[in-house]
Structure formats: C-alpha cells, structure tokens
C-alpha cells in the first residue's frame, strides 16, 4: 500500500471490511478512514490490498500482545493456576493474573492492535483466550459484543475463560440477550451452552426471572454428552480430566444451587420431585447446603433429599 500504513493499522481495516461483507454492506469509504490517501479510498482497495497480507498483519498483533502478556508471568501463579485447569496443557499456561489480564484489555481497548488480535479465534495461550474475552467486555455494543461471541464461544476450551466473561452491555439488552441465550443453548459446543446458562443465572434470577427458566436449564442436554457415571476419569498419572458433560452439569447444578436461594418457590419442585439426573441433583444440594445465602431450615429439607 502506497500511504505506509503500519501492519497493524492494515489488520484493521481488514477486520471492518469482513465485519461489512459478513452484514452484506458495500465496501464503501467511511469516516473512521477518510485520513487513507487517494490511492486507498475505496473500501474494496484498501481490503483487497491487506486481505494479502492478512495473516502478517494478524501475526505482528499477536505477537505483540504475547510479549505483553509474558511480560506480566508470575511463575509462582502458573505453578498453582495450572492445578485448576485439568484440560488444558500445563505449556499454554503463561501464569498472568485475571487482574492485570483485565487491565491489558483496557489498555488495548480499540486500538489497531486489539481489533487485529481479534481477528483471531483460536489462541495458543490460556491468557490470550481471557484477553480475546475481555476485550470483547469492553465493547459497548451489543450487536458487536453478540457477534464477536459467536465467532469466539466455540474456540474456548475451559471453564475459567467461559465464566470470566460479563459483558456490562448484556445488563442493558435483556430481551436481546434471551434470545442469544436461547441461540446459544441449541450448540453441540459444552462451553458454549456453559457460557449462555451463566448468562441466564446472572441475569435472570432476580427481577427478570420467569418460572419457564429453571425448565429450560433442566432439559439440557446434547446426544455424544456422556451420562453422569462417565463424566470424570483418573489418568495412568494420577491425574483426573473430564468431559463436556461434567463442566456442563456442573453450571446446571450452579444454576439449581443459586436459584434455591434467590427464587426457593419456584426452584425447590425440581428437587424435591427429582427431575434432574442425579449428579446434577445431589451436586445442586451439595452447592445449595454450602451457600450462605439459604436459610438453616431449607439445607435441612435439602439434605433428606439426597439421592
């Protein structure tokens, strides 16, 4: 390109020009890049020119975030952090805390740079996973933030990167975030629908709440999910994996434990009547018994009806 636009400055470009044939938009100049010389004007040139080079221009961005990230490594954190994340191998892991995670994605927040990072779903490292998540956080809306989901829920592959992610702008569109929920509980990706029960135990358990919601998170379940009596192995090293049910019985169970002690009317018939499978069931009680936030009374219920 004939102006000298930096790699970085390119892979933008070429992020918003996907974004628009994707919508099916012209590739018409805009404003955000009436600063680009004669010879880059049009949208079509100037996507076709870095679309070329795309994969440099998304490399020189991750590269650069990696650096950053590697920057911030705790070795001490990586040693314990590693021990909470069976699934994933202990190499991927650089050993960065969620806090200065979340502070880099602020940093990086609509720059060049964040917006080519993005344009790549699947990251070698477990923190550039929880980079890519938290950057979508920052966006403020919620068009973007859905889209930059569904391009990027199906590349997660643990549950601390699938419960991180909260975007503010999901407390402000609750009729459009139902209906992505909804979407997104049909997938055959676990992390997928362990992120959308999240989203519905976060936001609809208070003022929000229907009583068609606890029936919704009973009912899931996807054919290849393995029963509960297989969800967890012990490997020849003494070490234990799971499986895509385990992690998403696990935030059906969250779900059943915190909508007992936000909404018990509602709640309680699915105990005390069993219609859960009996992991999530007595996983639910056990979560339920532990909280805080349930009176002395209704753990005593809970605990007599054990399976």
């Known amino acids: 390109m004939g102006n000298g636009r930096s790699a970085i400055e390119k892979a933008t470009v070429v992020r918003h020009a996907r974004r628009r044939r994707r919508k099916g938009l012209a590739m018409a100049p805009t404003q955000e890049f009436e600063s680009f010389n004669d010879e880059d004007a049009a949208w079509g040139t100037v996507a076709q020119d870095a679309a070329v080079e795309d994969k440099t221009f998304q490399d020189i961005a991750v590269q650069n975030v990696r650096m950053r990230l590697f920057s911030l490594q705790d070795l001490e954190y990586k040693e314990f952090h590693r021990k909470l994340l069976p699934t994933i191998d202990p190499d991927r892991i650089i050993g960065v805390r969620v806090p200065r995670v979340r502070a880099l994605a602020k940093e990086l927040h609509n720059t060049p740079e964040s917006h080519a990072f993005l344009g790549v779903q699947s990251h070698r490292y477990f923190e550039e996973n929880n980079l890519h998540g938290f950057l979508i956080e920052c966006m403020n809306n919620f068009d973007d933030v859905a889209e ?122 699915y105990i005390e009547q069993y219609r859960l499978d009996q992991w999530t069931h007595n ?16 753990k005593a219920h809970l605990r007599a009806l054990r399976r």
């Open 148 to 269: 930059a989901l569904d391009e990027f829920l199906p590349h997660i592959d643990n549950w601390a990167t699938c419960d991180s992610i909260s975007p503010k702008t999901f407390s402000k569109h609750p009729d459009k975030l139902l209906a992505k929920i909804d979407e997104w509980l049909s997938s055959d990706k676990a992390f997928t629908v362990r992120f959308a029960i999240g989203m519905l135990m976060k936001h609809f358990l208070d003022d929000r709440f229907e009583e068609r919601f606890p029936d919704i998170v009973a009912s899931v379940a996807h054919e290849g999910w393995s029963d509960e009596n297989e969800q967890q192995a012990v490997g020849a090293d003494g070490s234990t994996t799971y499986n895509n049910a385990y992690y998403v019985n696990m935030i059906r169970a969250w779900y059943f434990a915190t909508a007992l002690a936000k909404q018990p009317d509602a709640t309680l018939p």
């Open 283 to 298: 996983k639910a009680i056990r979560k339920a018994i532990e909280s805080r936030r349930i009176d002395p009374e209704l």
